[in-house]
């Protein structure tokens, strides 16, 4: 028995060095940031900026990686199947404690991830085609009850925090829009500006550009509060639906097994980045907030939205598809 502790000893302290070592030497290679999203949505151009300043950071490039499909699972799984040794990360939203409560999922949003930091939150706007003859979500409501499953909204993905937002709206307001999933924010926002989905519910980053041009048309958004960037554009709790509330989060994280001296380094890094003001500025403009919290804070964030959810998709029947 004494032999077999020793031994068992001896490998936890030759894990123990190899990691320590592996730490102290990293980066010294590329990372790699894997966007779960087709290029030109909010999470694209937010990944892009957080490369770019990490990357300062810590000496080293950051590739960002586009890799869309299936709502982002299919990038997901493959970060949390990725070698843990912080050069393959995961830029997500919350899409991600989302997922597994409407499908079946290859990877367990807490089980198979060192989450590093959530980086900011944000709320949706929602927008029509210029062609929906409705100027207020009232407006909007009244329409699709007199024209049931003749409107459609865009999301970026089945089981995504668009698809999400969407059929809760549906839900509470009791009308019926057709879901049509497309592979990231990016050609979901070019179908609708083109006019082949009727609306969208998503995050001003993406959609608040357009609005300004006259390409579409901002009913409301998703907070309790008006958004700072849009105060004209009034909230759906106060407008049609009181109570609504959807704000979503974006954050970065790692494979589970990293060193916590990787996702350490790479957490001051994120939160430095944050810090400074062009950074800081830069999201504010996009209409995101940004967030710097720890990894444990993050970690709990996660843990309350995959139950929060849960409940959600429970009580109002969602479905993946």
């Given amino acids: 028995m004494k032999t077999l502790s020793t031994f068992l000893a001896c490998i936890a302290l030759t894990i123990s060095t190899a990691s320590a070592v592996l730490a ?3 980066p010294n290679k590329p990372i790699r940031l894997i966007v779960p999203f087709a290029p030109g949505g909010g999470v ?12 300062e950071g810590l000496g080293q490039t950051v590739i960002v990686e586009n890799r869309g499909g ?26 991600h404690a989302i997922q597994p409560a409407l499908q079946k999922t290859p990877w367990d949003p807490l089980r ?37 499953g003749k409107l459609t909204y865009g999301s970026s993905g089945p089981g995504g ?9 549906k839900n509470v307001a009791g009308i019926d829009i057709v879901h049509v999933p497309y592979k990231g924010n990016g050609p979901m926002t070019a179908a609708l500006i083109a006019g082949e989905v009727s609306m969208a519910m998503d995050s001003m980053a993406v959609s608040l550009p357009q609005v300004r041009a006259g390409k579409l048309r ?43 001296e990787i996702v350490a380094r790479l957490h001051r890094e994120l939160a430095k980045a944050n810090a400074s003001p062009d950074m800081r500025d830069r999201l504010l403009g996009l209409g995101f907030e940004p967030m710097i919290n720890s990894p444990d804070e993050f970690t709990s964030r996660i843990r309350a939205d995959v139950a929060k959810y849960a409940k959600i998709v429970r009580d109002v029947g969602i479905r993946g598809e």
């Fill in 24 to 26: 102290q030497s990293f």
């Fill in 44 to 55: 694209d151009a937010v990944g892009r900026a957080m490369a770019q300043k990490i990357g």
């Fill in 70 to 95: 299936a709502g982002g699972s299919i990038a997901t799984e493959a970060v949390a199947r990725a070698t843990p040794d912080g050069y393959t990360l995961l830029i997500t939203t919350h899409g």
């Fill in 112 to 148: 198979d991830f060192a989450p590093v930091m959530q980086v900011l939150s944000f709320a949706f706007i929602m927008t029509v085609h210029p062609s929906v003859p409705a100027k207020s979500p009232q407006e909007l409501i009244a329409y699709a009850k007199a024209n049931p």
């Fill in 161 to 169: 925090p668009i698809h999400f937002a969407m059929e809760i709206f």
């Fill in 218 to 260: 901002g009913l409301a958004v998703s907070s309790t509060k008006r958004w700072p960037l849009a105060p004209e554009i009034p909230t759906l709790a106060e407008s049609a639906l009181p109570g609504y509330e959807e704000v979503g989060w974006h954050g970065i994280l790692a494979p589970a097994g990293t060193p916590p």
